[in-house]
């Protein structure tokens, strides 16, 4: 059994303990189930091989030449690509291509890039939207203040599909400011509901707080170092965002 084989299965143990200790008011979805996203940026297509084998079927990539590659090289493997990156609007239209989730919508101009460039033929392009939880200026991300606007608007676009709510709250050791941030992305989720919108993901917490987004109601986590270690240094150039 590889590290990373091994890791995989711990981080699953925990999500599942965490679901078990999830009070039954902060469970957001119908299934109660959470998913695993497994963070893979500056990893190597045989580490995703490795872990894809071991059960992962879901990965996340946050540059998307990178992705790209790794695409053609695990072409063979049934992967479901979720992109979750900042969007620079040059690189739309490969990202609806090539990929059946983003997480990390926070424009109207991105998301109608995304839509327009979806080919006809593949479902919808299943969409989080970004919303700037702890208001941080550096950060990507809609403030509170304009999420019902840009809901509405994404919800009418024929080829995305609004699933729900993605956040990267402040870094942080307190654990009372990691459940606020949690209870707060979680607020306006139900919010959302409560005005007719049919939502079913909130994509929040990492590997350093993913337990307590679990027990807060994420319905995904995304983890990278809890499964494959501290990243690599890159070794090739990268599109930045």
């Known amino acids: 059994m590889g590290t990373s084989t091994k890791r995989l299965q711990d981080v699953q143990a925990d999500i599942q303990l965490a679901v078990t200790k999830r009070d039954t008011h902060h469970i957001v979805?119908?299934?109660?189930?959470?998913?695993?996203?497994?963070?893979?940026k500056a990893q190597s297509a045989e580490k995703l091989r490795e872990a894809y084998q071991a059960g992962q079927t879901k990965f996340g990539e946050n540059y998307l030449q990178e992705a790209l590659n790794k695409q053609t090289e695990l072409v063979d493997l049934a992967i479901e690509w979720h992109f979750i990156g900042p969007i620079q609007s040059n690189k739309t239209q490969p990202i609806a291509q090539h990929f059946s989730w983003v997480h990390g919508v926070d424009r109207l101009k991105i998301a109608q890039r995304l839509n327009d460039a979806r080919p006809a033929e593949m479902p919808p392009l299943?969409?989080?939207l970004q919303v700037n939880i702890s208001g941080e200026a550096s950060k990507s991300g809609i403030a509170e203040d304009e999420l019902s606007v840009l809901v509405k608007t994404v919800s009418a676009l024929p080829k995305l599909k609004l699933r729900g709510l993605m956040a990267i709250p402040e870094p942080t050791d307190d654990e009372a400011l990691q459940r606020q941030q949690f209870q707060r992305m979680r607020f306006l989720f139900n919010r959302l509901i409560n005005e007719g919108y049919s939502l079913d993901t909130l994509s929040m917490g990492m590997s350093s707080d993913y337990k307590i987004a679990i027990e807060e109601g994420a319905t995904i986590v995304r983890i990278g170092s809890a499964i494959?270690?501290?990243?690599p240094a890159?070794?090739?150039l990268e599109d930045s965002h």
């Open 29 to 40: 979805n119908q299934d109660g189930g959470v998913t695993l996203l497994a963070v893979s």
């Open 126 to 128: 299943q969409i989080c």
């Open 228 to 231: 494959f270690g501290a990243r």
């Open 234 to 236: 890159k070794i090739t």
